[in-house]
C-alpha cells in the first residue's frame, strides 16, 4: 500500500531513510540540503510517499514533485533521488530539550519509527541529524546486513 505523507522532506544516508518533519519555514529544505551537501541524497521535499509493502517503511519520491528541491532564496533545483527504508524522523522544533531522555515513535506502515525532537538552524545540524540517525535510527537490511528484529 502507498500512502501519500504531505509536509515532510527526507533525504538517504547510507540506505537508511531520515524523514525531516516541521512546520513551515522551520528548515526540513535547508537541513536536506545542508545533508545532501555531505554525501545524501534526496529522497523528497515537502511531501514523500510511503510504500510498506515490503514489511518496512520505505521512503519514495512523489511523482508530482519528483527531484525538486526548494533552496531559499535561489527557487527550486533538480537533484537525484531514491528510495529507501525509513529509520528515523527528526521533529524540527526550538523547544528540543538539549539530551533526549525517551525517544517517541510514530507508526508508518505497520511498524514504530522512531521520531527525536530536533532543534534546526544551527551550523552543526547536518552533523547533528547524521549523530542521530546513527545513534536513534532503526538498522535496516541490506548487503551483508540483516534487519534488527
Known amino acids: 500500500m502507498k500512502t501519500k505523507l504531505p509536509n515532510v522532506t527526507a533525504v538517504a544516508i547510507d540506505g537508511r531513510g531520515l524523514l525531516i518533519a516541521g512546520e513551515a519555514g ?3 529544505s535547508s537541513l536536506a540540503l545542508a545533508l545532501i551537501d555531505r554525501g545524501a541524497t534526496l529522497i523528497g521535499d515537502d511531501g514523500i510517499v510511503i510504500d510498506d509493502e515490503s514489511g518496512h517503511p520505505v521512503a519514495c ?4 514533485t519528483r527531484g525538486l528541491l526548494e533552496v531559499r532564496n535561489v527557487g527550486l533545483v533538480e537533484l537525484e533521488t531514491t528510495e529507501v527504508p525509513i529509520a528515523l524522523v527528526l521533529q524540527l522544533t526550538t523547544l528540543a530539550p538539549r539530551y533526549p531522555m525517551e525517544l ?3 507508526q508508518l506502515g505497520g ?3 522512531p521520531v527525536l ?7 552543526t545540524q547536518a552533523l547533528r541529524a547524521e549523530f542521530a ?3 536513534h535510527g ?5 548487503e ?4 534488527a528484529q
Open 26 to 28: 522551520a528548515g526540513k
Open 61 to 64: 519520491p512523489p511523482k508530482t
Open 104 to 106: 517517541a515513535t510514530t
Open 111 to 113: 511498524v514504530d519509527i
Open 117 to 123: 525532537l530536533f532543534r534546526p538552524g544551527d551550523a
Open 133 to 135: 540517525l546513527g545513534k
Open 138 to 142: 532503526l538498522a535496516v537490511a541490506g
Open 144 to 147: 551483508g546486513q540483516e534487519a
